[in-house]
């Protein structure tokens, strides 16, 4: 595979998918100390970048005239990118998404005509189903990221960028199966190979990462993350080949700097992105990767997230800046102390979110109880004034409060 397949993609994807900007970013540019830039596939049609790699797999399967209709399987980004790309080629498209697929999910698939079909409990019963059908009706199976002409799809955001900016020191892309990663590494390092090629994994699914550390392919038992997108156990073949070759490494970043990095972008730059697509910016925030002085984008790849999941993604995220926190305070079990408590936080402006009392606790005395409560504040620094001010006035502040203590 070479930069002629993407450059081919690209002349497919011309008059269907948006060039977004690479818009470059002040607010992260001061945190970091680089020169940061993001590229919004957020904002991309269905909502994500996959869209290219389907669109550009099942143009070809119509230019050649082999199938009239494909299946693929998938619980998020590619089934809608599936399903755009067979309504604009005519083509038939069954989507296979587990029972567990949220409705908003579904609904958005079926929404672009493609027929969604609910089946067993996670992607690897979804993908058994796929492949029969592909066997039964005769139709193209469409891999989320294992196969050339999706890879195809997915770099021609390298080739984007380079046109954009082209003298950026470093590229930061995020990685499941691998699709986005080997796609704009090979176009990136094709153009030129002094940019550097970084792929961002959730330290909960590390596949990639685990297996081009170990220079072998390594499957993981399982994933546990808040970015779905990326949570896959078992890289593709054709993408680590690739992504072996040509990244310069790949990185893992944790559910908290996730969730940070997602209300950074929501406050700072006023964008909803979902969990994998903030793991570039999740990783510059991290501190993880020197990027002082250089011209560095982070490719933003996708912002179709729940607005259920939201919510607490926001809470997560809150906890991990220290914007939220639960303060333990043993104290006498008599009336007047809450108010006494209640009037520190209040003269140090932290807002009271919740309130709890555990008077259960083996290390207490009688007459004694634990109040546990949750605030708000402005960060590490303020939460660190409001425990000293509680201290000072003779309070017993423990250790184990949840959320930053």
Known sequence: MTI??????????????????????????????????????????????????????????????????????????????????????????TIVMPKTTPIAKINATEGYGAKAELYGDCYDDAYLRAREIEKTEGAAFIHPFDDEEVIAGQGTLGLEMLEEVPDLDCVIVPAGGGGLLAGVALAVKSINPKVSVIGVQAEGAPAIALSFREKKHIATDSVYTIADGIAVKNPGEITMKIIDKYADDVVTVSDGDIASAIIHLIERTKLVVEPAGATPLALLLSGKLNVRGKKVACLLSGGNIDVSTIGKIIDRGLVSRGRKIEFSIQLQDKPGMLEKVSHILASENANVISITYDRMSADLELGETILHIGCEVGGKEHSERVAKALTDSGLKVLENGRGGR
Do not use: P, W
């Open 4 to 93: 002629d397949s993407i450059r081919e993609a690209r002349e497919r994807l011309a008059a269907v998918v948006q060039r977004n900007r690479l818009d470059h970013s002040s607010t992260f540019s001061a945190m970091t100390g680089g020169d940061v830039y993001l590229k919004c596939e957020n904002l991309q049609k269905t909502g994500s970048f996959k869209v290219r790699g389907a669109y550009n797999k099942i143009a070809k399967l119509a230019e050649e005239g082999k199938t009239k209709a494909i299946v693929a399987c998938s619980a998020g980004n590619h089934a809608q990118g599936c399903a755009f790309a067979a309504s604009a080629m005519g083509m038939k498209a």
